[in-house]
Nanobody, 120 residues
Framework: EVHLVESGGGLVQAGGSLRLSCAAS????????IGWFRQFPGLEQEEVAC????????RYADSVKGRFTISNDNAKNTVYLQMSDLKPEDTAVYYC?????????????WGMGTQVTVSS
């Protein structure tokens, strides 16, 4: 059974940093891609970033390029999202998602999410 557990969320001031973790189990980690999505208070969703565990290729939303970095540790079956220079508009619930590649990532397996709140 696929299991994704996010951690690392919390309350931070604008300009601060957080690192989110996504611990995965129940599938062959190296054969999958892991993405981070966020859901804003108004329920709009956005794909934040995605990484292929096969070739470590990545992609980012324009809104986070240069501020967020996605990385993986195949030995730990974990994907990280390093978030820097956080802004109040980054406030959302962050979810990690697993699928065979980044192109269909939103249709994959979702974790339960972790709340990130950025105060101004």
């Amino acid at each position: 059974e696929v299991h994704l557990v996010e951690s690392g969320g919390g309350l931070v001031q604008a300009g601060g940093s957080l690192r989110l973790s996504c611990a995965a189990s129940g599938f062959t980690f190296e054969d999958y891609a892991i993405g981070w999505f966020r859901q804003f208070p108004g329920l709009e969703q956005e794909e934040v970033a995605c990484i292929s565990n096969t070739d470590t290729s990545t992609r980012y939303a324009d809104s986070v390029k240069g501020r967020f970095t996605i990385s993986n540790d195949n030995a730990k079956n974990t994907v990280y999202l390093q978030m820097s220079d956080l802004k109040p508009e980054d406030t959302a619930v962050y979810y990690c998602v697993a699928d065979h590649n980044c192109w269909g990532i939103k249709y994959g397996y979702w974790g339960m999410g972790t709340q990130v709140t950025v105060s101004s």
